[in-house]
């Protein structure tokens, strides 16, 4: 982590690492949204795709943190990692089940929602007050994602409940994490990430195996293609990459500098749904992802310098992957 009076230094750099990181979120979600689709080249089950990707991050993390010895990996708040990699585990299930029935830049618009519901956690959680403007923001985000959304039109369905509840569960990771601030290395966060989803999947993993009968889960996993193990190592290459670009960001520039290029990740979205699904939103659905992303940025801004807010911890706290 950099020294106190080092950070904040170089906000083109932190702003530059900001957008990689959205890039590979984007590159995430898609790569996920390929390789589950049923009907598709390969198809695999959402729940491998999910436990690669987080073991990948575990053991990338765990060669990282491995000169450092047992200090790198101690954790002084052990339970509320276990409870934060569950919030974020929680997180990336419904991402990953989204992307499978749902275009990705829409997805990604919805699951924005995040600053704006940690908004109303903050007013009913932590019962913090709430300005006016900052709830006329929550407002209007909701709004664009019922113009994206269109209930009732049969535009996605029930599927829709999944990036929203996403938010919630990331919005809750976050305030939980605003709560502790400072009090573990960001370095050390990341791999309890990994480990924690690991930990959990793995087991999750092998009782859907034995559900389905070890026979044919063997042979679904025989008959993939070869293509779809690298490409789930990817995802989690993908994922591990993007975080580690968002400690870095931080360590450049302030988290309200940085928080409204975090929007671009809907923009590289709708740019790899359009070369590798050949899928463009249609006008109703830009114009909810405007409204969402600038009620978003803007809520972000403000619960950023609103007094006694806190920067977060650890720098996995600004996407949500």
Known sequence: MSPRGAVHAHPLQGVLLILLAAACFASLDSTARGLSQPDGRWGVPVLLIMTLR?????????????????????????????????????????????????????????????????TVLAATVLRESVSRLRWALVFGGFAGALVVIRPGSGTFGWVVALPLLGAVAYASFQVLTSRLAGAESPYTTHFWTGFVGSVVLWPVL????????????????????????????????????????????????????????????????????????????????????????????????????????????????????
Not at 69 to 88: C, D, E, N, T, V
Not at 95 to 108: D, G, H, K, L, Q
Request: with cysteine.
């Open 54 to 118: 987080y073991t990948v991050q575990a053991v990338v993390m765990a060669v990282a943190l491995a000169p450092r010895g047992r200090a790198g990996f101690a954790s002084a708040h052990p339970k509320f990692q276990w409870l934060r990699g569950i919030l974020l585990l929680a997180t990336s299930f419904c991402s990953f089940f989204a992307v499978r029935f749902m275009p990705v830049p829409e997805y990604t618009a919805i699951n924005m929602l995040t600053p704006l519901l940690v």
């Open 206 to 321: 092998a009782v859907a195996a034995s559900t389905q009968g070890i026979g044919a889960s063997l042979a679904l996993v025989r008959h993939l293609p070869a293509s779809a193990w690298p490409l789930m190592a990817f995802c989690g290459l993908l994922g591990t990459t993007g975080h580690l670009f968002l400690i870095l960001a931080l360590g450049k520039a302030r988290t309200a500098t940085l928080m409204p290029f975090v929007y671009v990740q809907i923009g590289f979205a709708a740019l790899i749904a359009w070369v590798a699904f050949d899928h463009v939103p249609d006008h109703w659905a830009w114009i909810g992802m405007a409204v969402i992303a600038a009620c978003g940025a803007s809520s972000a801004a403000l619960n950023m310098r609103r007094p006694g807010a806190s920067t977060p911890a650890a720098a996995v706290d600004v996407l949500p992957e």
